[in-house]
């Protein structure tokens, strides 16, 4: 007699429930309740397991002192940004998450790394594009690869079997999402065959000492759990993030057993692969001629990073009741919380305007040390006043309208203010010398 097992897992956060449930009670998503099976007809598979303890009857708990505390190999990949990432390299038999939006650049990033690894055997797998497919993009990303191995599969018992033949040195998995284990029955991409295969892929990893890269899907609002609810059984979870528009992907470390995470690596996505970013700020950095007003350079740090930014910033007269806010890459409260500062401290009559922010680039800061460049550029929009472009702002405002150190930001802002007018003034001088010239002919 076959037994069945199913339960209900909320698509949303992986919530496991024995019923059907119209609310999820941890994410409180509602109607993402679908029921998988969780153990397939026969029970063959514990029998195994329990049969695999009888056979190694020998102790498997060892004193710590016992364990050679032996450094761990790492293989360094060609991309410098990869190697810092994950804090010097790729760590063998570790297992990492690369979570990011559909179309942000990872197989890319993960086959160009793979070609570039001449000395290593890699396989990857995939299971979401075709043999000629990956051929195409490798042929665009212009390396060849004598070592580079390709299989498009996705069940994970044919999979092994390959693995088991080829014996490569690094694996990649393009995506966790399309993997089918024949251990559960439920279709590919529910929870169940994501923490089951991502499971079979982790024993794998620790007992052969292979390094495994999984690449996941998540969607904007971070809603298909797929990845997250694997976080806690990987070793390391780099977020690729980005804006699909901009060419400008961020690589960021959420989770590292090996290493720091506050690093971060820049690419640039172009027509043949990612480029890696060395000096970011030249690029994030519109350099122009004339300084325009609702400009100012902020300076900010990106994980272990120093980075200058553009803050724009554009103040017009509302026209409709309510007066506007839009931001891109900084977050709206806070712009909220820094008008309400201006108004208040300041006496800005922001409340009849439309206030528009952006971050140049199309990069997301969240570093509050970038409150004085906003504010600036606030300041210099409202009242028409270009800031030198030499000057750059850090410092976190607070609610009194003063940084950290007792000084209100308008001592910055009045001072680059009159830098600005000088050369505002300077700038008006010549263009009158030229009209004057002009009307003299
Ligand atoms: P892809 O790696 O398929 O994204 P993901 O695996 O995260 O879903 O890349 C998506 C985009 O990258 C696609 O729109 C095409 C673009 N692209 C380039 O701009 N340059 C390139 O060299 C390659 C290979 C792709
Ligand atoms: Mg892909």
């Not at 284990?181 to 929870?191: L, Y």
Request: charged fraction near 25%.
């Amino acid at each position: 007699m076959s037994k069945t097992k199913s339960a209900f897992f909320c698509q949303s956060c992986g919530y496991e429930s024995a019923k059907w449930l119209g609310k999820c009670p941890s994410c409180n998503n509602w109607n993402t309740f679908v029921e998988e099976v969780i153990v397939k007809g026969s029970d063959k598979k514990e029998k195994d397991e329990w049969a695999e303890y009888k056979r190694d009857g020998k102790l498997k708990t060892i004193s710590i002192n016992e364990v050679s505390s032996a450094e761990e190999k790492r293989i360094l990949s060609q991309d410098a940004e990869l190697n810092r990432v994950l804090g010097g390299g790729i760590v063998s038999g570790s297992i990492v998450l690369v979570a990011g939006e559909p179309g942000i650049g990872k197989s890319t990033l993960f086959l160009q790394i793979g070609l570039q690894l001449k000395d290593v055997v890699t396989l990857y797998i995939s299971g979401e594009e075709s043999e000629q497919q990956i051929k195409m993009r490798a042929d665009r990303i212009g390396i060849k690869n004598e070592n580079f191995y390709l299989l498009t599969e996705t069940d994970t018992k044919t999979i092994f079997h390959e693995i088991k033949k080829l014996k490569p040195q690094l694996v990649i998995v393009d995506s966790i999402q399309t993997l089918q284990s024949p251990f559960v029955e439920s279709g590919p991409g529910s929870i169940s065959q994501i923490r089951e295969t991502a499971a079979e892929l982790q024993r794998f990893a620790k007992e052969t000492n292979t390094p495994v890269f999984l690449i996941g899907h998540i969607t904007k609002d971070g809603n298909i759990a797929g990845p997250k609810i694997l976080e806690h059984m990987v070793d390391t979870v780099l977020q690729f993030e980005g804006d699909r528009h901009y060419a400008y992907r961020i690589l960021r470390t959420l989770k590292n057993r090996f290493g720091s995470t506050a690093e971060l690596g820049i690419y640039e996505m172009g027509s043949e692969g990612m480029r890696a970013v060395t000096n970011p700020s030249e690029i994030l950095i519109t350099q122009k001629e004339d300084a325009l007003s609702g400009i100012a350079i902020a300076a900010t740090m990106e994980g272990m990073r120093p980075l200058l930014i553009e803050a724009q910033a554009l103040v017009t007269q509302s026209v409709y009741g309510t007066p506007q806010r839009t931001v891109s890459g900084f977050d709206l409260r806070r712009l909220q919380l820094l008008l309400a500062v201006l108004e208040k401290r300041g006496g800005f009559h922001f409340g009849v305007k439309d206030v528009f922010v952006n971050i140049a680039g199309g990069l997301k800061i969240e570093d509050p040390s970038l409150d004085l460049a906003i504010v600036c550029a606030l300041l210099s929009s409202y009242e028409d006043v270009a800031l030198p472009q030499h000057i750059c702002f850090a410092g976190e405002v607070g609610l009194s309208g003063r940084d950290k150190g007792g000084k209100p930001y308008r001592t910055a802002y009045s001072r680059s203010r009159k830098a600005g007018l000088r050369k505002n003034h300077r700038q008006q001088v010549q263009r009158q010398k030229f009209t004057q010239a002009k009307n003299q002919y």
